[in-house]
């Protein structure tokens, strides 16, 4: 299910009421397992990644979304992950995109 997660670190601060935005390349996956399958409730992040150098930037990948976010897609968190409530674990925003801090995921985890 969480495929992805062991390369990314995600934010995980308590959401606000910014959608977070996705490229194009992104459009359709889920913030957190990636699936492309049935999206179903809008993903929200944190107020500190929805301002600054970060507002205009794809939450999974930091693709630049354009000066106001003319190339950007709502993210969606899919079926499965609204009904097993990962949803409400915090922000989705991936931090580190690739795998040079890897070690630092299982620190994290619980
Ligand atoms: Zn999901
Ligand atoms: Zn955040
Ligand atoms: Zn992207």
Same mark, same amino acid.
């Given at each position: 299910?969480?495929?992805?997660? $062991?390369?990314?670190?995600?934010?995980?601060?308590?959401? @606000?009421? =910014?959608?977070?935005?996705? !490229?194009?390349?992104? #459009?359709?996956? !889920?913030? %957190?397992? #990636?699936?492309? &399958?049935?999206? =179903?409730?809008? /993903?929200? %992040?944190?107020?500190?990644?929805?301002?600054?150098?970060?507002?205009?930037?794809?939450?999974?990948? @930091?693709?630049?979304?354009?000066?106001?976010?003319?190339?950007? %897609?709502? /993210?969606? $968190? !899919?079926?499965?992950?609204?009904? *097993?409530?990962?949803?409400?674990?915090?922000?989705?925003? &991936? %931090?580190? &995109?690739?795998?040079?801090? /890897? #070690?630092?995921? *299982?620190?994290?985890?619980?």
């Amino acid at each position: 299910m969480s495929k992805h997660q $062991y390369d990314l670190i995600q934010c995980m601060k308590q959401p @606000g009421r =910014t959608n977070g935005l996705v !490229c194009l390349n992104c #459009d359709g996956r !889920c913030p %957190i397992c #990636d699936s492309m &399958v049935k999206p =179903t409730e809008e /993903a929200k %992040i944190c107020h500190s990644c929805s301002q600054g150098s970060l507002f205009n930037k794809c939450i999974l990948c @930091g693709n630049y979304l354009g000066a106001n976010n003319e190339n950007s %897609i709502p /993210a969606n $968190y !899919c079926f499965e992950c609204v009904l *097993f409530e990962k949803h409400r674990e915090g922000c989705p925003r &991936v %931090i580190n &995109v690739g795998s040079n801090k /890897a #070690d630092l995921i *299982f620190k994290n985890k619980k």
